[in-house]
Each structure stands twice: as C-alpha cells, then as structure tokens.
C-alpha cells in the first residue's frame, strides 16, 4: 500500500525559509518521479516541481524557480523540499505525490497517482 506523508510545515516570516520532507512507502521509491503541489486558501490545486526517478531531473514553475529546491534521497525514502525567501502568497497546503511514472512528462497533476495528506505553510509577520 502506497503511503506519503509529510512533515515540516510550520509558521515562517516573510523572507524566511522551511524545509519539507516526505516519507514514502509501499513502493520502490527511486523507480518514480515525485512531485510537490500546493493549495492555498481558496484556491484550486497548483503544481509547482517535481523530480525524476532516474536522472534527478527537476523541473519548477515560475511562482518558486529560484527559492525552492526540490531534492531526494533514493536510500532513505524520501522527497524535501527546501522553501527559500518565503512569501505570504506561499501560504499553502503543501502535497507531495507520486507519478505513474519514473519520468515527469506533463509537469503537472495529470499523472499523479498517490498523494500525502498535506502540511500547511503559513508565511506571516
């Protein structure tokens, strides 16, 4: 049975920073693509990395590049997500999910088949 769970979240200030983790289990780990997505208050789902299982590709939206950093370790099981000069507007419930693949074709949640329950991130002074 295919289990994700996050930890890490937490108040931060603005410019601030917070590290994510996610423990997977019930499946080869290193063999998928993982993916992190946000929701924030009233808002619908938004993708914003993942990485490959394979050659560690990452890939980031616009609204992070430069401030997250998306990471695993294949031989502990777990995805991170390092979150760098933080801002309100990244208020959010933070996801983490894995893909039917062990190439991230779509950058988005079209392939995505198992999701952690969330972490929520508040930034705020």
């Known amino acids: 049975q295919v289990q994700l ?11 601030g920073s917070l590290r994510l983790s996610c423990s997977a289990s019930g499946f080869t780990f290193g063999d998928y693509a ?11 789902l938004e993708w914003f990395s993942d ?3 394979g050659d560690n ?13 998306i990471s695993r370790d294949n031989a502990k099981n777990t995805l991170y997500l390092q979150m760098n000069s933080l801002k309100p507007e990244d208020t959010a419930v933070y996801y983490c999910a894995k893909d039917s693949f062990g190439t991230s074709w779509y950058h988005d949640v079209t392939s995505l088949d198992a999701w952690g329950q969330g972490t929520l991130v508040t930034v705020s002074s």
């Not at 769970?5 to 200030?13: K, N, P």
């Not at 993982?34 to 619908?44: F, S």
């Not at 590709?57 to 950093?69: C, H, I, N, Q």
């Open 34 to 44: 993982m993916h992190w997505v946000r929701q924030a208050p009233g808002k619908g």
């Open 5 to 15: 769970v996050e930890f890490g979240g937490g108040l931060a200030q603005p410019g």
């Open 57 to 69: 590709r990452t890939v980031y939206a616009d609204s992070v590049k430069g401030r997250f950093t």
């Open 51 to 53: 990485i490959n299982g």
